[in-house]
């Protein structure tokens, strides 16, 4: 069965700050990966997915992610994080319309500082 | 497009009584699903369909049930209400190919007293 393991419950970063989620999966076969973010009261929006071809991935609102298969690894990424990027965000992986579904990780709450 | 919709927002049920959270979508979507979000447990899918009359169970199934009577809704209910089953609920669509975005509604947050 796949699973995936957010190892950070809580990361605070200072407003300007870079910023690195880490997300580790275990699956069996090709992976397809997304991050979500979920801010407060609402519901998920996609930031990005992986699924073929070039390992590093860019998403909406200057995120990017990372592939490692050697690794099992698909971090999170943003150069200069802003105020408006405080939430959860959730890594999932997933074989998509599928029996499995998406399994999501437990989630990074992310609380940035002024 | 509305996309994928839920509603009530909020509920409050006691123990035991029964009722039917409303899921719908409008991007023709093969793929619906429902994931419960829990305090620390991420999301956990329930169910799911892959399409009109299909329906499956997904990793945390007991207490509910679903239909699929036509793509566009995937209702869910819960038969006999538990404390257990205080959650926020999330209904998801997408088309069928592995590599398809789920879109997910705004969530009901149901208590059970």
């Known amino acids: 069965a796949q699973s995936v393991t957010q190892p950070d419950i809580h990361i605070t970063v200072s407003e300007g700050a870079s910023l690195e989620l880490r997300c580790n999966y275990s699956?069996?076969?090709?992976?397809?990966l997304f991050w979500y973010v979920q801010s407060p009261g609402q519901g998920l929006q996609l930031l990005l997915k992986?699924?073929?071809?070039?390992?590093l991935v860019q998403g909406i609102k200057g995120f990017e992610a990372e592939f490692k298969r050697s690794q099992s690894s698909f971090n999170l990424r943003k150069p200069s994080v802003h105020w408006s990027d405080a939430a959860e965000y959730f890594c999932?992986?997933?074989?998509?319309?599928?029996?499995?579904?998406?399994?999501f990780g437990k989630g990074t709450h992310l609380i940035i500082q002024p | 497009n509305a996309g994928v919709t839920q509603t009530p927002k909020f509920q409050v049920l006691k123990t035991g009584q029964s009722m039917t959270l409303q899921c719908a979508q409008d991007?023709?979507?093969?793929?619906m699903s429902w994931y419960r979000q829990d305090p620390g447990m991420g999301l956990r899918l329930i169910h799911y369909?892959?399409?009109?009359?299909?329906?499956d169970q997904g990793e945390v199934p007991n207490g509910y049930n679903v239909s699929r009577s036509t793509t566009e809704d995937f209702p869910l209910r819960l038969l006999s209400a538990a404390p257990s089953q205080t959650s926020v609920y999330f209904c998801?669509?997408?088309?069928?190919?592995?590599?398809?975005?789920?879109?997910f509604g705004p969530g009901t947050r149901l208590t059970v007293l």
């Open positions: 992986y699924f073929s071809g070039d390992t």
């Open positions: 999932a992986v997933g074989a998509g319309g599928g029996a499995d579904g998406l399994t």
């Open positions: 369909s892959v399409g009109a009359g299909i329906t």
């Open positions: 998801a669509s997408s088309a069928l190919r592995a590599e398809d975005t789920q879109y």
């Open positions: 991007m023709n979507h093969e793929y």
């Open positions: 699956y069996g076969a090709t992976p397809y």
